[in-house]
């Protein structure tokens, strides 16, 4: 098990940003049907948990996360109804079934996506909705660079041999699509958005990806490591992006959602 390296302070430095997506996905379920159990998995702080509560009117909503840091804020937001538990994505399956599995920016971190559908499927009630967002960005500087870093000896010792594997895990768009065909998803939308963030200057870039990318690399590595690893990457990554004010940041992205 990974050290828990989430800051919500870190992550939540681009509240903005990074809530477009969940409001996008959000609007893609059909939230006129009734949705009585609901979950969220790696639901991070919970604040876009309750969003989703409230939204879908839903009568019991589970938001699961594996990070203590992120669970101590979300179940300040505990209420009637809406719950929070230490709890990772892969055991869906032991906690019956739902009406909608929902997650934002999470599911990247798990492997063998073809197993996981097929659990996230065996967990929805009949007309059930699935409805996913992850980031795909492993074609920009900020993640072929943190995959060529953990290739390179020094920091493949270091990581024991754990290389950054995102960009392995995940299928292309139209993989998703064939794969929610096959597991028998009746409906189904599958979209590549790319969202345009103007951020100040590429530091800002530093910040975003230590709030994410980067947080792997603090959970396998020692602080004084990580360190120099920050440094490393930061020159690296500097020799790549331009140093433009205002610094224009393109961020892939897929939105899923299908219902059975
Ligand atoms: C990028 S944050 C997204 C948080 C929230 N969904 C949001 O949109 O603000 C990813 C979250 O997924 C959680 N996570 C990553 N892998 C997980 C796993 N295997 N099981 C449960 N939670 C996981 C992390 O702890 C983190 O809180």
Known sequence: MRKDTWNPQQYHKFLNERSLPFFDLMDMIDSKSSL??????????GDLTEVLHQKVHAQETWGFDTSEAMLEK?????SEGLHFAKESIENIRQHGKF???????????????????HDLKD???????????????????T???????????HWKNLLQGNSYRQHLTMLPPEGYATLLFKLG??????????????????????????????????????PEDFATFLTEYRESLF?????????FYPFKRILIWARL
């Open 123 to 141: 967990s929805l009630q009949p007309q059930g909705q699935l409805a996913v967002q992850m980031p795909m960005n492993h074609d920009y500087a």
């Open 185 to 222: 998803f009746k409906e189904q939308k599958v979209l590549q958005r790319i969202y345009a963030h103007v951020m100040t200057s590429r530091e800002d870039v530093i910040s975003w990806v230590q709030g994410s990318l980067l947080t792997y690399f603090q959970s396998q590595l020692s």
């Open 36 to 45: 009585r159990r609901v979950v969220d998995l790696g639901c991070g702080a």
């Open 74 to 78: 979300a179940q300040k937001l505990s």
């Open 239 to 247: 020799q790549e992006l331009p140093d433009d004010k205002p610094f």
């Open 99 to 117: 009406d909608l599995i929902f997650s934002n920016a999470a599911l990247q971190w798990c492997e063998n996506h073809p197993k996981l559908f």
């Open 143 to 153: 993640h072929l660079l943190a995959v060529r870093m953990s290739e390179e000896n």
